[in-house]
């Protein structure tokens, strides 16, 4: 497993570290709320991409190749959730005090890297390629989780510092709601290879 470390850490910073819906989560949250606020959301999408790749390697994959069902019904319930989602970036207004002007919290990012189509398929890619079936699964799978999760939290925390200097920038509200809709929109866009299938 040790000689795969360098071509796993190659995978997961490709995987990571270039945009989709985690990406445009956590840059148009720091546009919006600045560094500091988006941390629950960092924090809480990196142990959402754990946790899956934790579950997916000790048995969750086997229980949706058996039953086809259950891989649909999370691809529907998963692209409701990002385009609630996306609608709660569009309507962001953190200047104007309404109970929506908070950033997406620990639990919702949770939530919403589960059902991030990107965040499955680099969680099934990492499994597929760098383990073994003459090793230690349990070690093989903690250690790509734990891999995968340290560099989402990278990308997080790379993405959100960009969005809070974009933020810096973005100083009217008519530039501010053109840059949440056009956000939504990238997260939108990103549920058609989805859904298409």
Same mark, same amino acid.
């Given at each position: 497993m040790y000689e795969l470390m360098g071509p796993l850490v190659l995978?997961?910073?490709? $995987?990571?570290?270039? &945009?989709?819906?985690?990406?445009?989560? @956590?840059?148009?949250?720091? @546009?919006?709320?600045?560094?500091? +606020?988006?941390? &629950?959301? $960092?924090l809480g999408i990196t142990f959402g991409f754990g946790a899956m790749a934790m579950a997916t390697g000790l048995g969750i994959a086997g229980l949706v190749q058996a039953e086809p069902r259950v891989h649909v019904a999370l691809k529907y319930a998963g692209a409701a959730y990002l385009?609630?989602?996306?609608? +709660?970036i569009a309507h962001a207004q953190p200047g104007a005090g309404s109970a929506r002007a908070r950033p997406i919290g620990f639990i919702e990012a949770t939530l919403f890297t %589960?059902?991030? &189509?990107?965040?499955?398929?680099?969680?099934?890619?990492?499994?597929?390629?760098?383990?073994?079936?003459?090793r230690n699964l349990v070690?093989?799978?903690?250690?790509?989780?734990?891999? %995968?999760?340290?560099?989402?939290? %990278?990308?997080?925390v790379i993405w959100a510092g960009f969005g809070t200097a974009i933020g810096r920038f973005i100083a009217t509200p008519r530039t501010r709601a053109v840059f949440n809709w056009a956000m939504a929109g990238l997260l939108v866009l990103s549920l058609i290879p989805v859904l298409w299938k």
């Open positions: 995978f997961a910073a490709v $995987m990571t570290l270039t &945009p989709g819906p985690n990406v445009v989560l @956590v840059t148009a949250s720091g @546009v919006n709320f600045g560094f500091n +606020r988006t941390i &629950p959301q $960092m385009l609630y989602l996306a609608w +709660r %589960l059902a991030n &189509p990107k965040a499955w398929v680099s969680v099934l890619g990492a499994l597929a390629a760098f383990t073994t079936a003459d070690w093989q799978t903690s250690l790509i989780s734990g891999v %995968l999760a340290a560099f989402c939290l %990278l990308s997080c």
